[in-house]
T-cell receptor, first 114, second 115 residues
Framework: QQQVKQSPQSLIVQKGGISIINCAYE??????FPWYQQFPGKGPALLIA?????SEKKEGRFTISFNKSAKQFSLHIMDSQPGDSATYFC?????????????FGQGTELSVKP | DAGVTQSPTHLIKTRGQHVTLRCSPI?????VSWYQQVLGQGPQFIFQ???????GRGNFPDRFSARQFPNYSSELNVNALLLGDSALYLC??????????????FGPGTRLTVL
C-alpha cells in the first residue's frame, strides 16, 4: 500500500530560484521525517530531518516546513544552484523506527538551469 | 572518518545464481539496514540488524537473507536470482539520535544486474 505521496515527480528551476518539493503521508504513527539527496550512481545522502513537534527547521539553504494536521511536509531549497540538481526523496519512520525501517517517497528529479 | 563502504561496486549474475553483498558501517555504528532501489524508485527496506540480531524485515521473499558479524559488518545474500532482482542494493549504517530515532547514512550501493 502507498503510504506516502511525493510531488512533483520532476522540477526545473532557474539558478537562484526556490525549489519546493512536497510530501503527504497517511500513517499518523510516523514521527521522524528525513530528506535525502541522491546523485546518479551514488547512495542517498541525508540532508535534513524534522520531528512533528517542530513546524520548521532550517539548515543553510534547506528548510523543512511541517504541517502535522494536514499530514504534509515540504522541502524548500533557497537560491537553488546547478549543483543542487539531483533526485530528492522524502522519507518517514514510525515510533521507535519500527526496526529501522524508512519508508521513502517516489522521488523528485530536480534540475537547476544556469 | 570513513563512511559506509560496500562491495562489490558492480556485479553481473545470471538467473538462478546466488549473490553475496557486503557492507561495513561507519565506525561506532552498531546498526545496519539493507534497501533495494529499483531504477526510478525510492529505496525499499529489506532488513535491519542491530548487535547481530534481526530487528526488522521488509516485504521480500525468503530468497533474501542477511547477517551481521561481531565487528558490525553485514552481508546480504540473495538466492535463486530473478531478473527482477536487478537493482541498486544500499546499505545504511545508523546511530541513535537524542530524540530516539535511527539517523541512517547510506553507502554508495552495489549495482546488481541479473541476466
Amino acid at each position: 500500500q502507498q503510504q506516502v505521496k511525493q510531488s512533483p515527480q520532476s522540477l526545473i528551476v532557474q539558478k537562484g530560484g526556490i525549489s519546493i518539493i512536497n510530501c503527504a503521508y497517511e500513517n499518523t504513527a510516523f514521527d521522524y521525517f528525513p530528506w535525502y539527496q541522491q546523485f546518479p550512481g551514488k547512495g542517498p545522502a541525508l540532508l535534513i530531518a524534522i520531528r512533528p513537534d517542530v513546524s520548521e527547521k532550517k539548515e543553510g539553504r534547506f528548510t523543512i516546513s511541517f504541517n502535522k494536521s494536514a499530514k504534509q511536509f515540504s522541502l524548500h531549497i533557497m537560491d537553488s544552484q546547478p549543483g543542487d540538481s539531483a533526485t530528492y526523496f522524502c522519507a518517514f519512520a514510525g515510533v521507535y523506527n519500527q526496526g529501522g525501517k524508512l519508508i521513502f517517497g517516489q522521488g523528485t528529479e530536480l534540475s537547476v538551469k544556469p | 572518518d570513513a563512511g559506509v563502504t560496500q562491495s562489490p561496486t558492480h556485479l553481473i549474475k545470471t538467473r538462478g545464481q546466488h549473490v553475496t553483498l557486503r557492507c561495513s558501517p561507519i565506525s561506532g555504528h552498531k546498526s545496519v539496514s539493507w534497501y533495494q532501489q529499483v531504477l526510478g524508485q525510492g529505496p525499499q527496506f529489506i532488513f535491519q540488524y542491530y548487535e547481530k540480531e534481526e530487528r526488522g524485515r521488509g516485504n521480500f521473499p525468503d530468497r533474501f537473507s542477511a547477517r551481521q558479524f561481531p565487528n558490525y559488518s553485514s552481508e546480504l545474500n540473495v538466492n535463486a536470482l530473478l531478473l527482477g532482482d536487478s537493482a541498486l542494493y544500499l546499505c545504511a549504517s545508523s546511530r541513535l539520535t537524542s530524540g530516539g530515532h535511527n539517523e541512517q547514512f547510506f553507502g554508495p550501493g552495489t549495482r546488481l544486474t541479473v541476466l
